[in-house]
């Protein structure tokens, strides 16, 4: 059972829309859903968007810029969705393609004539659906029907197979011509000239005619017809010359007939024969000669053919299709993959493209490969570009009025940057005027609580308290190792709020993705606290290992949390950027897994060394 198909313009604009009857939901905030996450981010590779209980199939038809929508309870398993969002999209374009091309898009919410198109198709998907595959019984399958007497083999049947057989051989023998009696040169076989072009056929054709030709007229001489020259005797090396024939000849003297010698005889009729062979094959070599030329006239043609047919295929006359963007699609695959992208996302964004761009009409002289690469950059850029504000001095400033502190929470593996990261971020945020709190909430690694009391040291020499009128700029709070971090993070919290701090860092320790207990402590840290942003520092050398960090990251805050908003990942920091060149691929990874922005890049090693990122800079860089 269906709940609604709409068909929308990609500028907004419905078109045509239908709710099945005893469906009472409002479907607009399923569609916004999907038009943000989906079309909007570049995400249009599988086809199946999931909004809590309700899953919405979607094709694109980037021909006329329109997307056609079916939604249905995702617990309901239904084969025939796929088969009629084809049969409505053909249907709605072959009946309004006129309309379409002049750009007059109407509502059409009123056509009872397509809605009881609509009906009709959806019926014969339902029948379709609902055929079952009956098994045949044994009596009635064809081997049943078998008898002994197909068994018995009839001789003569088996004498004409094998006269066939031995027909075939001898054509296979010949592919290229056969010789009949009359000295007239059969065509090759049957199956051969299926695979022919027309034209390599005509020239056949001709071929045959004038070979035909020659041999009648060598007929109506009375001349004997050129036999197929066999296999050439080996000549050895000092094997002896014609000369030396007469000193190495012993036989008999000739005898004299009618006053000439039988030897004389011989090299007259071996004259004459020769005389006519040599005319056959001037004519054979005069005709090779006009084929030869014909074939060069053919091969001319094809040339220049082939030449405008590379304008053909640029000129923007037909749309492109699957199949022609799949070698440009597989090479950018590969290339994307080279660049440190994990290779599930590389394919996703490739088959998000090929949605994108299939059916689309190519532009004048505009290549398959340059389009597919301009609509990856767009996409990339798109995917990179956050679809929420995350400006970190204006939710200070906002919380600041509020009279409570802004808190940030850093989680991630281990080894990754995440205390040095927060001192950079820390240092940030007091150039920017605002008193800071480190909570020193990592009681797990030795060292980790001394880390962070020499970063606040340094931080305050940089920020001495006559820079922030007598008040010291960052303080430290810790309760040392082995104490509960929710409970640490809690009161650094309260603390702040009392020594009127503006932001609070929180620094957890280093976790692996598969480590239950650790990924448990940290999702009751962030369900007790709820923290204004949630940031998961990641390194930029992974490539394929942050798919996995991320969706177990955000999954394990999901699972443990025991609310039922739960909180998951709000950004990304990214750090050791200045150690991968060009292969950046690990921000489109992080990126387009969670959705969530990169909030800043970690440059270099010194308190200064953090930028925000730049998407183009990163997409040119990819792609070069």
Request: charged share 30%.
């Amino acid at each position: 059972m269906l709940d609604f198909f709409t068909i929308f313009s990609k500028g907004g604009l419905v078109l045509w829309c239908y709710t099945f009857q005893g469906v009472k939901t409002n479907f607009s905030e399923p569609i916004n859903a999907l038009i943000k996450s989906v079309i909007l981010q570049e995400r249009g590779g599988s086809a199946l968007f999931n909004h809590g209980a309700l899953q919405m199939k979607y094709k694109l038809d980037n021909e006329f810029e329109l997307v056609f929508v079916v939604g249905y309870q995702k617990i309901l398993s239904l084969l025939y969705v796929d088969k009629f969002i084809d049969d409505v999209h053909r249907t709605f374009r072959d009946r309004y393609r006129q309309k379409l091309l002049e750009g007059s898009l109407i509502l059409l919410t009123t056509n009872f004539d397509f809605e009881s198109m609509f009906a009709k198709m959806l019926r014969n998907a339902e029948e379709t659906k609902t055929q079952q595959v009956v098994m045949k019984k044994f009596h009635e399958s064809d081997k049943a029907k078998k008898t002994v007497k197909s068994l018995v083999i009839d001789q003569n049947k088996k004498d004409g197979k094998e006269t066939e057989n031995k027909a075939n051989v001898i054509k296979k023998g010949s592919p290229k011509s056969i010789t009949n009696g009359t000295g007239s040169v059969e065509s090759s076989p049957k199956t051969q000239r299926e695979t022919e072009s027309p034209e390599i056929a005509r020239n056949r054709e001709k071929f045959i005619q004038k070979r035909t030709k020659v041999a009648k007229a060598t007929m109506k001489e009375g001349k004997k017809a050129p036999e197929r020259k066999g296999k050439l005797n080996r000549v050895w090396d000092k094997g002896g010359t014609a000369k030396d024939t007469k000193d190495l000849d012993y036989s008999a003297p000739p005898t004299m007939t009618n006053g000439h010698s039988n030897e004389q005889v011989e090299k007259e009729e071996l004259t004459e024969e020769q005389r006519a062979l040599c005319r056959n094959i001037r004519a054979l070599d005069d005709d090779d000669e006009d084929e030869e030329i014909e074939e060069l006239e053919v091969d001319e043609k094809k040339s220049s053919g082939g030449f405008f047919s590379v304008f053909r295929g640029l000129v923007g006359a037909k749309g492109l299709t699957k199949e022609a963007l799949q070698p440009a699609l597989d090479t950018m695959g590969d290339h994307l993959i080279a660049k440190n992208v994990a290779a599930d996302i590389a394919k996703k964004m490739c088959d998000s493209v090929a949605t994108k761009l299939e059916g689309k009409v190519l532009g004048t002289f505009s290549t398959i490969a340059y389009t597919v690469k301009q609509s990856l950059n767009e996409s990339l850029v798109q995917i990179l570009t956050p679809k929420r504000r995350v400006d970190i001095l204006r939710d200070v400033l906002e919380s600041q009025r509020a009279g409570k502190p802004y808190v940030i929470t850093f989680c991630g593996v281990n080894g990754v940057g995440k205390s040095t990261n927060l001192a950079k971020i820390c240092f940030w945020l007091m150039e920017n005027g605002f008193r800071v709190l480190i909570a020193a909430c990592d009681t797990f690694r030795a060292g980790a609580v001394e880390q962070l009391r020499t970063h606040t040291a340094r931080l305050s020499a940089l920020h001495p308290p006559s820079m922030h009128g007598g008040r010291e700029s960052v303080h430290l709070f810790e309760k040392g190792y082995g104490k509960d971090a929710a409970g640490i993070a809690m009161q650094a919290i309260n603390t702040a709020r009392e020594m009127r701090h503006d932001v609070v860092l929180v620094d957890t320790a280093g976790r692996m993705q598969d480590n239950e207990p650790l990924m448990r402590a940290l999702a009751k840290l962030i369900a007790v606290n709820s923290p204004d942003l949630v940031l998961f520092v990641g390194e930029a050398l992974v490539g394929n290992e942050a798919v996995d960090q991320l969706v177990k990251f955000n999954q394990a805050l999901a699972d443990h949390s025991n609310v039922q908003n739960p909180r998951t990942i709000d950004g990304i920091v990214l750090t050791k950027f200045d150690t991968i060149d060009d292969k950046v691929g690990a921000a489109i990874s992080m990126t387009y897994t969670t959705g969530q922005p990169i909030v800043f890049v970690g440059t270099g090693q010194s308190y200064p060394d953090l930028r925000s990122l730049n998407a183009k800079a990163v997409v040119n860089a990819l792609l070069k």
